[in-house]
């Protein structure tokens, strides 16, 4: 089964309360493609890098099955660049530049060859951007999801981002966007509020307090490992939704028990993710580590009660 994946491919300059890196490869394709890439060996990656980007990472990706005949190449170009700083509680941080680069006027092309992607992940890019992705493919999917971040639900851009959550099966979003989008508190509301623009599924993620799938009457809570350490919280949204949607792609089972179980996949996948800076842990976590952590997972929420009686 392929999965097609557009997002940025970008370089990240990070600090956390344990470090600074200096340049380092990010943008949430990279994220969302190596975390889908454990379950599945077809990945077709739109995207767009400037000749700055270096080629050893984009053959890495290959091995992998990460294909990039939709990645737009712009010669004497320069790769979208994001630096942040996290707050000490590593739930927050603060975005110090973000420059567009190549990805002012990006263009998404879908190549002949990603046509028959069947789960398609639109990850976060302006809401034109999705849109045009979404028409661009000449057969309806069996599932798309959606990532977006807070800048989009503002004007002039909030209608587009409307129109494309009407279009996708699942919404995938931090509680604080999902907040912000539907000005309620309570995440059940905002919940049913975003199921009431069209999508199937609403997957609300929390950080470190873990996330919720709903879907109609349905509710599904799956935790956050809790970690000894956490390095680099960035791309761990994005390695979320690569690993629930690597793990549909491979299970090719739509009922709500298996997005529960892909939930759980994709958790077990961000909290590799954190475990290092940018991809790199990523890179080289292996099959039996991600069973294992799903046992974690397991261990973690299993237990036997006896109801007390009157
Ligand atoms: P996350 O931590 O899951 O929000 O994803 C972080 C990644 O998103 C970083 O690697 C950035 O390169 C990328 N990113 C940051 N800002 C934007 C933006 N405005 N549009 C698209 N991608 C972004």
Same mark, same amino acid.
């Given at each position: 089964?392929?999965?097609?994946?557009?997002?940025?491919?970008?370089?990240?300059?990070?600090?956390? $309360?344990?470090?600074?890196?200096?340049?380092?490869?990010?943008?949430?394709?990279?994220?969302?493609?190596?975390?889908?890439?454990?379950?599945?060996?077809?990945?077709?990656?739109?995207?767009?890098?400037?000749?700055?980007?270096?080629?050893?990472?984009?053959?890495?990706?290959?091995?992998?099955?990460?294909?990039?005949?939709?990645?737009?190449?712009?010669?004497?170009?320069?790769?979208?660049?994001?630096?942040?700083?996290?707050?000490?509680?590593?739930?927050?941080?603060?975005?110090?530049?973000?420059?567009?680069?190549?990805?002012?006027?990006?263009?998404?092309?879908?190549?002949?060859?990603?046509?028959?992607?069947?789960?398609?992940?639109?990850?976060?890019?302006?809401?034109?951007?999705?849109?045009?992705?979404?028409?661009?493919?000449?057969?309806? $999917?069996?599932?798309?999801?959606?990532?977006?971040?807070?800048?989009?639900?503002? $004007?002039?851009?909030?209608?587009?981002?409307?129109?494309?959550?009407?279009?996708?099966?699942?919404?995938?979003?931090?509680?604080?966007?999902?907040?912000?989008?539907?000005?309620?508190?309570?995440?059940?509301?905002?919940?049913?509020?975003?199921?009431?623009?069209?999508?199937?599924?609403?997957?609300?993620?929390?950080?470190?307090?873990?996330?919720?799938?709903?879907?109609?009457?349905?509710?599904?809570?799956?935790?956050?490992?809790?970690?000894?350490?956490?390095?680099?919280?960035?791309?761990?949204?994005?390695?979320?939704?690569?690993?629930?949607?690597?793990?549909?792609?491979?299970?090719?089972?739509?009922?709500?028990?298996?997005?529960?179980?892909?939930?759980?996949?994709?958790?077990?996948?961000?909290?590799?993710?954190?475990?290092?800076?940018?991809?790199?842990?990523?890179?080289?976590?292996?099959?039996?580590?991600?069973?294992?952590?799903?046992?974690?997972?397991?261990?973690?929420?299993?237990?036997?009660?006896?109801?007390?009686?009157?």
């Amino acid at each position: 089964m392929s999965l097609l994946i557009v997002g940025t491919v970008a370089f990240d300059q990070i600090e956390t $309360p344990f470090g600074k890196t200096e340049r380092i490869v990010g943008g949430s394709a990279p994220y969302i493609a190596l975390a889908a890439a454990q379950f599945i060996d077809e990945i077709n990656l739109v995207s767009v890098i400037g000749s700055d980007f270096p080629d050893d990472f984009i053959q890495m990706m290959e091995q992998r099955g990460i294909r990039n005949e939709g990645l737009q190449v712009i010669e004497n170009g320069k790769s979208f660049f994001w630096s942040g700083r996290y707050h000490h509680d590593m739930n927050t941080r603060d975005t110090l530049v973000t420059d567009l680069n190549v990805l002012d006027g990006f263009d998404p092309v879908i190549p002949d060859s990603y046509q028959s992607s069947q789960y398609v992940m639109l990850g976060n890019l302006t809401p034109d951007v999705q849109m045009k992705v979404i028409q661009r493919l000449r057969s309806r $999917p069996k599932l798309v999801v959606m990532d977006t971040m807070n800048y989009w639900m503002k $004007p002039p851009f909030r209608e587009g981002l409307d129109e494309v959550m009407a279009k996708v099966d699942v919404v995938a979003i931090n509680d604080s966007e999902a907040r912000l989008y539907t000005e309620e508190y309570s995440l059940v509301r905002a919940a049913r509020k975003i199921l009431d623009k069209g999508p199937q599924y609403v997957v609300l993620k929390k950080g470190e307090n873990g996330a919720l799938l709903f879907h109609e009457d349905q509710v599904f809570f799956a935790p956050a490992l809790p970690l000894e350490e956490v390095f680099d919280p960035t791309g761990a949204g994005d390695t979320f939704a690569g690993g629930f949607l690597g793990y549909l792609a491979k299970t090719e089972n739509l009922s709500f028990d298996n997005l529960k179980r892909a939930v759980i996949y994709g958790s077990a996948m961000a909290s590799f993710c954190v475990e290092k800076f940018g991809t790199d842990r990523l890179v080289e976590v292996t099959r039996e580590e991600v069973e294992n952590r799903v046992s974690d997972f397991i261990d973690l929420v299993q237990f036997d009660i006896d109801l007390v009686e009157e």
